[in-house]
């Protein structure tokens, strides 16, 4: 079994609710509340500058020049259409500037970007992985539902096709065979360590759907 698969098998119930929690049904059937919606793209506007940071962490730290090129590719992406799908998104839902700018964080966002900035600073190429790939790949794991009709709602159905299609494929493919190819070189002490920031960030992945909602499925 792969590493990836690993940590992946680790998690399991903690990401299988995730994938399956009621904010990721409801914008598949384009429910979710606009007080909801509301919430959930205010905190999570606040990863995207931590998440490009986190990104250049690992254009700077890959061991390799090939995986470095894809690292700067995926910034520009990052950079382009997803902020602009923010930009929009806000201001389809009236969103004023101080919650765009500085809202009050939700203990998940205010963890999460803890988490990213940690991994950044540590400039430690295995943990930048292990936060990147959990943090693409369980959103394609909720997006991709082949047989699933996507939404009517502009913001519900844009989003989730941010995070599926081949490119999106193809860009966690690649976080997961470099987290394969550079976990198999780690001693006793890093894999304890990547281990430990691949379960907080699926952790926080859950308590970040739940927190929409005031913090629990059933609020």
């Not at 690993?6 to 059937?29: G, I, M, N, P, Y």
């Not at 009236?94 to 803890?114: C, G």
């Not at 470099?178 to 070189?185: C, K, N, S, T, Y």
């Amino acid at each position: 079994m792969s590493f990836s698969a690993e940590l992946r098998d680790r998690t399991a119930s903690t990401w299988d609710a995730a994938v399956a929690h009621r904010f990721v049904d409801e914008l598949w059937s384009g429910r979710v509340e606009p007080r909801v919606l509301r919430t959930y793209l205010v905190q999570d506007h606040q990863f995207v500058d931590s998440f490009i940071a986190l990104l250049g962490a690992a254009v700077a730290s890959a061991d390799r020049a090939e995986p470095r090129l894809v690292h700067a590719r995926q910034l520009g992406l990052i950079a382009g259409p997803e902020s602009n799908f923010f930009a929009r998104a806000l201001d389809a839902l009236d969103v004023p500037a101080p919650d765009r700018t500085a809202p009050a964080l939700a203990p998940p966002t205010r963890d999460f970007l803890e988490l990213m900035d940690t991994a950044r600073v540590g400039a430690d190429y295995p943990t930048c992985l292990a936060v990147l790939l959990v943090a693409e790949w369980l959103y394609l794991d909720w997006a991709d539902r082949p047989d699933a009709e996507p939404p009517a709602d502009p913001i519900h159905r844009e989003w989730i096709e941010l995070h599926r299609g081949p490119a999106f494929e193809a860009w966690v493919a690649f976080l997961r065979t470099e987290f394969d190819r550079v976990g198999a070189g780690l001693d006793a002490a890093a894999r304890d360590r990547v281990t430990a920031a691949f379960g907080r960030a699926v952790e926080l992945e859950l308590a970040f759907f739940e927190a929409a909602y005031g913090g629990s499925e059933g609020a």
